[in-house]
């Protein structure tokens, strides 16, 4: 396989780990504030805290690999979207600064405002991340010397819109599952009801931002008839998806949790398609987008990094197994 294609499956399976991981954390904020009881309340940090940090591994070496392999679509991404990323940032840190601020002191209005901090901090991550998907898939203007030539309000529109909306209803579902798995008693019975409800938000996002993608981005599906066995995994997420109410159903969510993380494995799998071999689209003439061949480092970087690649992921995977391992069971 080419080496530049290897980078790109490479950035698409650390894009699916921290979409897996990091998703039921920020989904987990996300419904944080439909708890009231603080012993509640300290129940759900409990279920992340211990794997929070682990999880946000996987966004910071995607970050690296970027940057060490497609260092122009790097540059080109994070001047585009300088001010998302650092209200990103912003919320990634304001997450964790919450948890830890809230328990220094008793007060009921202190930790009010922390607890409301992490929800929207939560929220505003996975809205984010999804907006950035969305431009992607509909491209942004890129000018001939490959900088950004447009405008913030070009970053906006109703696809990246419905597409961040869309993510904070899969993450949101992903974290309740996840909370249906790790907690118990009256609480799991009342994250049940959150489960279905969850669910069904997300199945209208879902149909909804189906809908739009092929009738706006036609581009979208233009792979599929080069690489036709990817419509397998187009009827694995419609399987996937449908499998998780009925694994709920039958009470088993491990299995419905299982049926989540490989929803967003394929979504993850569908945008690479979509993309490849773009990085980043230029709405003003094709011929100016960042691909996987024009904004790559040299061969000879891609190798070393390849290495360096190969003898770390095992690192991160074994990191990430004892983790879960060590505090698998309820809280």
């Not at 964790?96 to 009010?112: D, L, P, Q, T, Y």
């Not at 798995?181 to 409800?197: M, N």
Request: with cysteine.
């Amino acid at each position: 396989m080419d080496l530049h294609v290897q980078w790109f499956v490479l950035l698409g399976v650390l894009l699916t780990g921290y979409a897996i991981l990091d998703g039921f954390d920020l989904g987990v904020g996300v419904l944080y504030l439909a708890v009231r009881r603080d012993d509640e309340r300290r129940i759900l940090l409990n279920a992340i805290g211990p794997l929070s940090d682990g999880n946000e591994v996987w966004l910071v070496t995607f970050g690296g690999a970027l940057f060490a392999a497609f260092p122009r679509a790097y540059a080109t991404a994070f001047s585009t979207f300088y001010v998302p990323f650092m209200v990103l940032l912003f919320a990634l840190i304001f997450r964790a600064v919450s948890i830890e601020f809230r328990s220094k002191r008793e007060g009921r209005g202190w930790r009010r405002f922390w607890d409301v901090c992490f929800c929207g901090a939560s929220a505003l991550a996975a809205f984010l991340f999804g907006v950035a998907v969305g431009s992607a898939m509909r491209g942004i203007p890129i000018g001939p010397d490959g900088e950004f030539a447009g405008s913030f309000a070009d970053l906006i529109g109703a696809y990246p819109v419905l597409i961040g909306a869309f993510t904070v209803a899969t993450f949101a579902m992903h974290g309740s599952i996840y909370l249906y798995l790790k907690t118990e008693g009256e609480l799991q019975a009342r994250v049940h009801a959150w489960v279905w409800r969850t669910f069904g938000v997300f199945l209208v996002l879902y149909i909804l931002a189906t809908i739009y993608t092929l009738v706006s981005l036609p581009q979208a599906v233009r792979n599929f008839k080069a690489v036709p066995w990817a419509w397998v995994v187009v009827v694995l997420n419609v399987l996937a998806v449908a499998n998780i109410p009925r694994a709920i159903f039958l009470g088993r969510p491990l299995y419905a949790f299982v049926s989540s993380a490989c929803t967003s494995a394929a979504f993850t799998f569908l945008f690479g398609v979509a993309l490849y071999p773009d990085l980043l689209v230029s709405t003003l003439n094709p011929a100016w987008s960042l691909t996987v061949s024009n904004a790559a480092s040299s061969e000879k970087t891609l190798r070393i990094m390849r290495t360096i690649a190969l003898l770390g992921m095992p690192f991160v995977a074994a990191y990430t197994a004892v983790v879960y391992w060590v505090f698998r069971g309820k809280v």
